[in-house]
């Protein structure tokens, strides 16, 4: 009767081997990382040799290897940690560094490539399809930016710039992209992040090449600039961002900006950049508030529907649980459905909250532990009731309900068993667990009453 949940938290990870299967580590860079990073520079990272302890990863060039080692390793390493727990180092070796000298110029085979700077800079101008208008989903912490995006694209330089500003993984770049795609049907556009735009300004002071570089970025009718906070402190760069700033704005081009803060709070910024960027429409997202968070899950669900042909089995009440506990970043949040769909679907299973916490112990390992006791005492506060009486052999329907509600919470929210819950409430019996669990479950699914106190308490308990 008790099913027992004997779920391994890590589905990507092949037990009886522990060997790391790389797609799907690289597949989670890319969802927690974003895919700007992911692009730029992770996707590079190859899997060169594996070790219990450590691994050893192949990078391109010195420069990458620098590059994620200052920036990302940290974030990296602890990534492998949830997929091999055992890992404790990373050694980078570098793959194709024997085309460049240490000076860092090209050997001549290289320089007969004339295309590569416009290849690459195709590269990194792409477009991604997915990140449209249609699949934004709208709430009142992203509306006005929704809405001052897509006025910029009725109407080109009215709001120039357009600078829409927010923490992360709230929706700046699926906006920027929805720009791109729009504007890209009828101008030329230039979309980049401000990494990458560092990333080939050095690049080309490296190869000498700064005439191609500016002529290129300022040739672009539309410039979308992600993530420009990048620029703070590297005096060189900004320089160089000033001017195309400028020459883009003479030639009433459309610019697109986005920040994780407000142009004034740019520090090591130079203050002639910040009021430049301040000069038009600037705009703010906010964090999702619980609504927008479960209309995103659903449209989410809806589209792995589509997908994948079939009816997918979240409840309800899972969607309000991961709603509720990604409180703002709405990139982890589509991160963990992710998680939790694959899981389901692998295993064919309708999942409890207690599976999901299971599933995502590594993403919410910083989430409080849900125990007996606690419950008990949440649940006799809520109903400002003596916990003595709440435990208590007493039948009256006010010290009942709120023990059945009790018994019920204890039954979804840790991994207890029914016997160990009964015996914690004043030694009852397993049954009257099973019964208590029922009773609760039938009047939530009709009462109103019910069911807001039962979310209400549930998220009592979650964020506490
Ligand atoms: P930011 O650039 O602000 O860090 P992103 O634009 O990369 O955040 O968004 C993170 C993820 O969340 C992306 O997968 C994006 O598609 C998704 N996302 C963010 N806001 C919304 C929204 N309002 N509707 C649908 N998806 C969203
Ligand atoms: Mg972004």
New binding site residues.
């Given amino acids: 009767m008790e099913k027992k949940s004997l779920i391994s938290p890590n589905i990507f990870v092949n037990e009886e081997e522990k060997t790391l299967v790389w797609e799907d580590v690289q597949k989670s860079f890319e969802s927690n990382f974003?895919?700007e990073i992911y692009q730029s520079w992770l996707k590079n990272i190859t899997l060169l040799k594996e070790f219990n302890d450590h691994l050893i990863l192949g990078v391109p060039t010195r420069f990458f290897r620098d590059w994620i080692v200052s920036r990302y390793l940290d974030k990296i390493l602890s990534q492998l940690k949830s997929f091999k727990n055992s890992i404790n180092r990373v050694e980078f070796k570098i793959t194709e560094d024997h085309k460049i000298n240490s000076i860092g110029s090209l050997k001549s085979e290289d320089l007969n490539k004339v295309t590569e700077i416009s290849d690459s800079i195709l590269n990194y101008n792409r477009l991604n399809v997915n990140?449209n208008f249609e699949?934004?989903?709208?709430?009142s912490s992203?509306e006005i930016a929704l809405s001052s995006s897509k006025k910029v694209c009725e109407q080109i330089a009215r709001y120039n710039p357009l600078y829409i500003y927010?923490g992360?993984?709230?929706?700046?770049?699926?906006?920027l992209n929805a720009i791109g795609l729009e504007l890209e049907k009828k101008t030329n556009v230039m979309f980049i992040s401000a990494e990458r735009f560092m990333y080939h300004f050095i690049k080309s002071i490296k190869k000498n090449d700064m005439v191609n570089f500016k002529d290129f970025f300022r040739k672009s009718s539309v410039f979308i600039i992600?993530d420009i906070q990048f620029i703070r402190g590297k005096e060189g760069l900004q320089e160089e961002f000033f001017h195309t700033f400028n020459s883009l704005m003479d030639k009433s081009a459309q610019i697109i900006i986005?920040a994780d803060r407000a142009p004034m709070k740019l520090d090591r910024v130079q203050e002639r950049i910040k009021s430049r960027l301040s000069g038009g429409l600037v705009v703010d997202?906010d964090v999702p508030d619980f609504e927008?968070k479960t209309k995103?899950i659903r449209?989410r669900l809806e589209d792995i529907q589509q997908q994948f042909k079939e009816k997918s089995d979240i409840s309800e009440e899972v969607v309000n649980f991961l709603a509720n506990e990604c409180k703002t970043n709405?990139?982890e949040l589509?991160g963990v459905l992710n998680r939790v769909v694959t899981f389901s679907r692998i295993h064919k299973k309708v999942l409890t909250i207690s599976d999901c916490k299971n599933i995502l112990k590594d993403v919410f390992n910083q989430a409080k532990v849900i125990t007996v006791d606690r419950i008990q005492n949440t649940v006799s506060n809520f109903f400002s009731i003596p916990l003595a009486e709440m435990l208590s052999q007493r039948r009256s329907r006010p010290l009942a309900r709120p023990r059945q509600i009790a018994m019920f919470l204890a039954k979804k929210m840790t991994t207890r068993s029914l016997p160990e819950i009964g015996r914690r409430f004043a030694n009852r019996d397993h049954t009257t667990v099973i019964h208590a669990v029922k009773t609760i479950t039938r009047i939530s699914e009709k009462d109103d009453e019910m069911k807001k106190n039962i979310n209400h308490l549930k998220s009592l308990l979650l964020e506490e």
């Fill in positions: 974003g895919t990140l699949n934004f989903v709208a709430g992203n927010g992360v993984g709230l929706g700046k770049t699926h906006l992600d986005s997202i927008l995103i449209k709405i990139r589509i």
